[in-house]
């Protein structure tokens, strides 16, 4: 039986993939302490993951006035959808909360370093060009060269194109061996995981599920008949791999530091 093009991509992906899920970073990570500098440097990742996804809603519906209807009804569910649970899913209390504001609060909880982050946030609001700020963080090289990519990628590459690395390059990327250190870790640190604990569980529960195949069909739905889109498609997506292998690179370089 032929392949479709989104099993082909799959196939495509899947070294890369597989690289990517046995790097380092997992074993490193034994103890509370390595907890602590994982996130120090993964939370730019669940930061421009929204920024990724945000590049999509504003090419895939109107969110400018007056409004008019853009592109077909389908994807804009798709994406709304997608939206609505990143950008205010619940913490582990029930209340609203964005991802990425919840991975926060879960370094705060942990006494992780923010210090980089947080400065971030504060260029930002300076109205300064997106990469002026990034260079301007004290971050290591493969960090900046991370958040570069997913800022090209959201800024001007074709839509199907950002479809492809939000699917497959920021899907379930959290190997089974990472969940079992955490819950080792968890049981001697309950007050300190608790919600971090909580956000790994559900960032595998929503992203890796309903979401992911939200994503999928979505980039079905961009890519369609056209084989120079899905082949686009599949090249962006193992770059993304790529670019967060060196994240992890990263995290490995500058362990405890």
């Not at 950008?87 to 926060?104: A, I, K, M, T, W």
């Not at 006494?111 to 930002?124: F, I």
């Not at 194109?161 to 990327?173: I, M, P, S």
């Not at 559900?202 to 069909?217: C, K, N, T, W, Y």
């Amino acid at each position: 039986m032929m392949q479709t093009p989104i099993e082909q991509l799959k196939l495509s992906i899947q070294p890369t993939r597989e690289v990517l899920l046995s790097h380092p970073v997992y074993s490193q990570i034994k103890d509370f302490e390595g907890v602590q500098d994982f996130a120090k440097y993964h939370v730019f990742a669940v930061w421009d993951f929204m920024s990724l996804l945000k590049s999509l809603q504003i090419g895939l519906t109107c969110v400018s006035l007056p409004w008019i209807p853009v592109g077909s009804a389908n994807t804009r569910f798709l994406i709304n959808e997608i939206v609505c649970g990143e950008e205010s899913d619940v913490d582990e209390q029930g209340n609203r909360v964005s991802h990425f504001e919840l991975y926060l609060s879960a370094m705060r909880q942990m006494g992780a370093n923010t210090s980089k982050m947080d400065q971030l946030l504060r260029l930002l609001q300076s109205d300064r060009p997106i990469k002026d700020c990034i260079e301007a963080v004290d971050l290591p090289i493969q960090v900046k060269q991370f958040l570069h990519f997913t800022f090209e990628i959201a800024m001007h590459a074709p839509l199907h194109v950002k479809a492809a690395v939000f699917t497959f390059g920021r899907e379930d990327l959290i190997p089974d061996m990472f969940t079992q250190i955490l819950n080792k870790i968890y049981a001697q640190h309950p007050d300190k995981i608790a919600i971090f604990k909580y956000y790994i569980e559900r960032h595998i529960e929503v992203d890796g599920g309903h979401h992911s195949e939200l994503a999928i069909q979505m980039v079905k739905e961009l890519c369609g008949d056209s084989k120079i889109k899905w082949d686009e498609a599949t090249k962006a997506a193992i770059d993304s791999l790529k670019m967060r292998a060196l994240l992890w690179d990263a995290v490995c370089a500058n362990y405890l530091v």
